[in-house]
């Protein structure tokens, strides 16, 4: 079976503070890992598609890095704002099947002002 | 116009009504997903069309039906529903199947209830 675990389930920041969050995957038979960005009432937005060792992806205040040969990605976040208010998805490809995204519960993030 | 597009945004149906969801993207993509979402739990590959084929069906049960006629529209018909269907369900696109280096672009969700 095939597990992406993502903490942690649900955090509380204060506008201005920088926060991370990780998503785990299996190490081995990995392909792809993504990351999406969901408010509630909209749809699940793509931010970034990772694929090799190392990886490291930004865009704007967000970023995110990639470490295959342990199972993990960090999704940074620096000077959260309100807007910044969503939940965020990791999902993982395995190379057995490139067509498969398996998601994680999410990381839901609420920004006060 | 949104890239992907589902309708209706809400449905309350009976359990032994006939309904069915529709998805419409207009971003040129050949492949198209469908997944359900319920409570508490992570988004949940339901089936892939590839080029207006099926290529992965989850092991879904038989009340509901997926539909591909062409590479731009995906239904999901349903029949006899059991209350545990309720749940959002969202569609998706994507370039190509197998080329999960490519992001998956999503609708905006079906929330299903089921009486």
Partial sequence: ?113 | ETGVTQTPRHLVMGMTNKKSLKCEQHLGHNAMYWYKQSAKKPLELMFVYSLEERVENNSVPSRFSPECPNSSHLFLHLHTLQPEDSALYLCASSQGYSRANQPQHFGDGTRLSIL
């Fill in chain 1, 1 to 113: 079976i095939l597990n992406v675990e993502q903490s942690p389930q649900s955090l509380h920041v204060q506008e201005g503070d920088s926060t991370n969050f990780t998503c785990s995957f299996p190490s081995s038979n990995f392909y792809a890992l993504h990351w999406y960005r969901w408010e509630t009432a909209k749809s699940p937005e793509a931010l970034f598609v990772m694929t090799l060792n190392g990886d490291e992806k930004k865009k704007g205040r967000i970023s995110a890095t990639l470490n295959t040969k342990e199972g993990y990605s960090y999704l940074y976040i620096k000077g959260s704002q309100p807007e910044d208010s969503a939940t965020y998805l990791c999902a993982f490809t395995p190379s057995s099947n490139t067509g498969k995204l398996i998601f994680g519960q999410g990381t839901t993030l609420q920004v006060k002002p």
